[in-house]
């Protein structure tokens, strides 16, 4: 898989839930990426919350449906504002709650909009419906490509030919890879991805820094 958009720029789909810590940590080796390879994100919501839908015992620990909210403002942010502004936004919230600990929605919602150069407002869909059917087409879509016996991120990238899309979940990793670190896992997890056959490759987690 090489470059898919006719420009010598490959094409990365990222589906993040944005209050998983691995979820964020790998965003930001893919931001690092952009830097020492020619790749161009795109970026989409999926949710642990939908993942975990009829398991008798919650993994995340999160029966209320807490960790719904912040995917509800995500996919008001893609439906209406796009995959950049969603990537500035999962940036701005990450770095609230990741970095600094601030896990109250009411504060970190619409203070992360704001940085994000995005009205304050989109805040207010964490308590509704309203895009929760664009959620789950997205949250599908993920599930599509890796199956539903993983979790979140995923990501995919477009075959050569406009032929589909090939997928995998992660890479999980901890600390961040830099620099050229970051292209090396890169450059091997395309390679991976791209072989029908290759299903895991697994040890064990680094804490999340």
């Known amino acids: 898989m090489g470059d898919t958009s006719g420009t010598g720029v490959t094409v990365a789909h990222f589906w993040a839930d944005p209050s998983c810590p691995y979820t964020w940590i790998t965003s930001r080796w893919l931001r690092e990426v952009t830097r020492v390879r020619p790749v161009r994100i795109v970026w989409h919501v999926m949710s642990l919350t939908l993942l975990n839908e009829g398991e008798e015992v919650d993994p995340e620990g999160d029966p209320e449906g807490y960790l719904r909210m912040p995917v509800r403002v995500c996919a008001a942010v893609r439906e209406r504002h796009g995959s950049e502004?969603?990537?500035?936004?999962?940036?701005?919230?990450?770095?609230?709650?990741?970095?600094?600990?601030?896990?109250?929605?009411?504060?970190?919602?619409?203070?992360?909009?704001?940085?994000?150069?995005?009205?304050?407002?989109?805040?207010?869909?964490?308590?509704?419906?309203?895009?929760?059917?664009?959620?789950?087409?997205?949250?599908?879509?993920?599930?599509?490509?890796?199956?539903?016996?993983?979790?979140?991120?995923v990501l995919g990238t477009e075959r050569p030919g406009g032929t589909g899309m090939t997928g995998v979940f992660g890479p999980c990793v901890s600390p961040v890879p830099r620099g050229e670190a970051a292209g090396r896992l890169w450059d091997g997890t395309l390679l991976l991805a791209g072989v029908p056959e290759f299903h895991e490759l697994r040890r064990a987690p680094v804490p999340p820094e």
Do not use: N
């Not at 896990?103 to 989109?122: C, M």
């Not at 805040?123 to 087409?137: I, K, N, P, V």
């Open 85 to 153: 502004a969603l990537g500035a936004f999962l940036a701005a919230y990450g770095t609230r709650v990741h970095e600094g600990g601030d896990w109250d929605w009411d504060g970190v919602l619409p203070a992360a909009l704001a940085e994000a150069g995005l009205p304050r407002a989109l805040a207010d869909a964490a308590w509704t419906e309203t895009y929760d059917a664009a959620l789950r087409a997205s949250h599908e879509a993920a599930v599509a490509l890796v199956g539903t016996d993983v979790g979140t991120p």
